[in-house]
């Protein structure tokens, strides 16, 4: 390999299911320049989060570390600390003498402040800023969080193109967008080496679902797959809502109230146009990858320029009548992947790769491509030797948390194997003046529950399921007294697992939010 260090472009989506590629056999969906990437790299066809939420995932996908860990979620009421961000792969690379870049989306709250998205650290760290906080938005000029005022100077409106623009200048700085925007945007040292992070907020429902088929809109958001309407395929497990005759889980478990901005799952009409949407937003990402790896050949940088694609988790489409994510079942944890480094062109190497990789490999796996150390602090493996073809000894299970008890979610942690998949639930309690409100958050302390169950919670209720015979979750079977043996030997390994990711009872390197005065 090339003594020089390599570059890389970082890309998660929002949201996106794991199938939602074409190279992932996509019977409507075309992804031709993710399939391209796929086939120049390695695609990873068992890739999972292991928090399936927007911020806590994301947070493990910078630091290499299970939530468990790292302390930082909805209902945290914290921010990353900055010697615990000074340990993420972006810094570490910036350490390494890396130009720094940031496009689009921020969900992950570092440095302070009210919110951990008004301390200004990350604005300050990245070299180059293109970016707001919070949801971005199909609209990102009007619908972006704070900072979203930074895209007004690009020429178009819609957000795979908007941040496009962001890319394109951090590759080719052009006078004219450097000079309208309200941003300073540094023009990239051409013999520096870059992290550029590019993270969108499609095909996430706030982007989705406020796409308006504007006349100035882009002909792909308007009409594209809309002819096979009737062809898009609704999950094999899908319930629509008013056919729910017994609810995924009890009641006195999870009460099946969620947001308002997933009842596009309750009728197969909206879901076939929601996942419409979805495929004319992926495809947009698809096109703008196209022209991001045409201008780096443009500009010599293709053939030391690594790309990782993926995203933050999956989503449920009204499998088993469920919305949202927020949950340790298959359509929510599982996600696309795909890891292209130009120096290995040429070798004969697998192209998939079925090993149970996980978001905390990730940012190991950057470091180690770029020859840098691995801080202690990331408990993900690398998965270079995967992208080099060999045959490591390699995970057979994955501990996977859901630690988000805001919008009546359930706080539940799981182990799943080749072949099985052990779920636990635990007892939300709820705040009583809350009773009157569709969304209850509970007096659970946050900091506590990443130790609770490892101090002996007991769970209100468990899920086995046989993965290998029941790929869809159908059959519980940790009621059957047939597998009393497999449910107790999971028992114990989801707690060691628990245990390995929390590591000492020490607190997680976090800033509680300051309180308004």
């Known amino acids: 390999m090339s003594e020089k260090l390599p570059n890389i472009i970082y890309i998660l989506g929002d949201d996106h299911r794991a199938e939602q590629l074409g190279c992932r056999d996509h019977p409507i969906l075309q992804t031709a320049h993710l399939d391209a990437l796929a086939r120049d790299g ?28 790292h302390g930082i979620n909805f209902n945290s009421g914290s921010s990353l600390a900055p010697d615990a961000w000074e340990k993420s792969f972006p810094m570490q690379l910036k350490q390494a003498g890396y130009f720094l870049g940031w496009v689009g989306k921020n969900h992950v709250p570092v440095g302070g402040g009210q919110s951990g998205y008004d301390s200004g650290y990350f604005e300050e760290v990245f070299d180059y800023w293109y970016g707001s906080h919070g949801h971005s938005g199909f609209y990102p000029k009007e619908q972006a969080g704070p900072g979203g005022g930074i895209y007004n100077n690009a020429n178009v409106d819609t957000q795979a193109e908007v941040f496009e623009e962001g890319v394109l200048n951090f590759l080719e700085p052009q006078q004219e967008f450097i000079e309208s925007c309200p941003h300073p945007l540094p023009s990239r040292p051409a013999e520096q080496p870059f992290c550029l992070c590019l993270t969108f907020n499609l095909p996430h429902a706030y982007g989705t679902g406020n796409m308006q088929l504007r006349p100035s809109d882009d002909e792909l958001y308007i009409t594209r797959y809309r002819d096979r309407f009737a062809e ?51 495809t947009g990402m698809d096109r703008m990858l196209g022209n991001l790896r045409h201008t780096l050949d443009r500009l010599n940088l293709a053939e030391n320029t690594i790309i990782v694609f993926s995203t933050d988790h999956g989503i449920h489409h009204g499998e088993h009548g469920l919305g949202g994510k927020c949950f340790l079942y298959e359509e929510d944890i599982r996600i696309p992947l795909i890891i292209y480094d130009p120096r290995r062109n040429g070798r004969s190497i697998a192209r998939t790769r079925d090993e149970l990789v996980a978001v905390p490999d990730l940012a190991p796996t950057v470091l180690d491509l770029c020859g840098l150390d691995i801080p202690d602090s990331m408990q993900g493996e690398s998965m270079r030797p995967l992208l080099d073809g060999e045959t490591p000894e390699w995970r057979t299970e994955l501990f996977t948390e859901q630690l988000m008890d805001i919008q009546n979610y359930p706080r539940s942690e799981s182990v799943r194997t080749r072949d099985w998949k052990y779920i636990r639930y635990f007892q939300r309690t709820e705040d009583p003046r809350q009773a009157g409100r569709k969304f209850r958050s509970t007096l659970d302390d946050y900091t506590e529950c990443l130790t609770s169950t490892l101090k002996g919670e007991k769970p209100v209720y468990e899920e086995l399921f046989c993965l290998q015979d029941d790929p869809g979750e159908i059959t519980n079977l940790a009621g059957n007294s047939t597998y009393t043996d497999t449910v107790q030997a999971l028992r114990v390994r989801v707690g060691e697992l628990a245990r390995e990711a929390k590591g000492d009872d020490s607190p997680p390197m976090t800033l509680a939010f300051e309180q308004s005065a």
């Open 42 to 69: 390695v695609l990873f066809t068992t890739a999972f989060c292991t928090s399936p939420a927007c911020t806590p995932s994301r947070t493990s996908h910078y630091t290499g570390q299970w939530e468990r860990k």
């Open 232 to 282: 898009v395929p609704l999950p094999s497990t899908y319930v629509p809502f008013g056919d729910i005759v017994e609810p995924r889980l009890p009641l006195e478990v999870y009460n099946g109230i969620y947001l308002t901005s997933y009842d596009y799952v309750r009728e197969p009409r909206s879901l076939r146009e929601r996942r419409i949407r979805e495929y004319q937003t992926i």
